[in-house]
């Protein structure tokens, strides 16, 4: 919770140049016990995974570890076996991965306006029309007022870590939550 979420994309390559950047959470190289050892904490992972997977900017890639799971003992820093597991995230990045081929399209709207819950939404494009509102919390549950251009719409959080739906106004605003420390996705229900 000591971590601006409103300042994770400030100064990357996925912010200056968006068409240039490869997004990942963490790869072969990155993970445990290995040369450019950067793990990320597993309850942060589906978070990383909506804000590469669900926005606009950057070629996202899953990692395998993350999708199905992995055990190993490797050698660390000092010289000593370490057993590592990484647990899978997979049923999280199904859900996103669906929600990113049925609704990540179209215009992009951020609001990221509070250091620990951010979101936005997809607003959709004639071929995929529905809209999209991703929010997420790096502290305690909360929401976003955001609007996704779809008046009088109910939206369900295909996360299912938020259990009753949402119905937008006559305007395409709405209330959308999120539990603490979690990630929930908003599509049409």
């Excluded at 601006?4 to 963490?26: H, M, N, R």
């Excluded at 990155?30 to 942060?44: G, K, N, R, Y």
């Excluded at 820093?77 to 609704?103: E, M, T």
């Excluded at 009088?152 to 996360?159: A, R, V």
Aim: hydrophobic residues 35%; charged residues 25%.
């Amino acid at each position: 919770s000591d971590y601006d979420l409103s300042t994770i994309f400030k100064d990357t390559l996925v912010e200056t140049y968006p068409q240039l950047a490869v997004t990942l959470v963490e790869n072969h190289d990155s993970q445990p016990l290995q040369a450019l050892e950067s793990p990320i904490e597993s309850w942060f992972k589906p978070l990383a995974y909506a804000l590469i997977l669900l926005r606009e900017d950057g070629y996202p890639c899953v990692f395998y570890a993350d999708y199905y799971g992995a055990t190993y003992r490797a050698e660390g820093n000092d010289g000593n076996k370490h057993d590592v597991i990484i647990h899978s995230h997979r049923f999280l990045i199904d859900r996103f991965l669906a929600a990113r081929k049925q609704y990540a399209w179209g215009p992009q709207e951020d609001y990221f306006d509070h250091e620990n819950i951010i979101g936005w939404t997809r607003l959709g494009d004639e071929k995929h029309p529905g809209g999209m509102a991703v929010v997420m919390s790096n502290s305690d549950a909360g929401f976003k007022r955001m609007n996704v251009g779809q008046p009088n719409t109910t939206y369900i959080d295909t996360t299912e870590h938020v259990e009753e739906a949402v119905t937008t106004d006559e305007d395409g605003w709405a209330e959308f939550h999120c539990e603490a420390g979690s990630v929930s996705v908003w599509v049409p229900a």
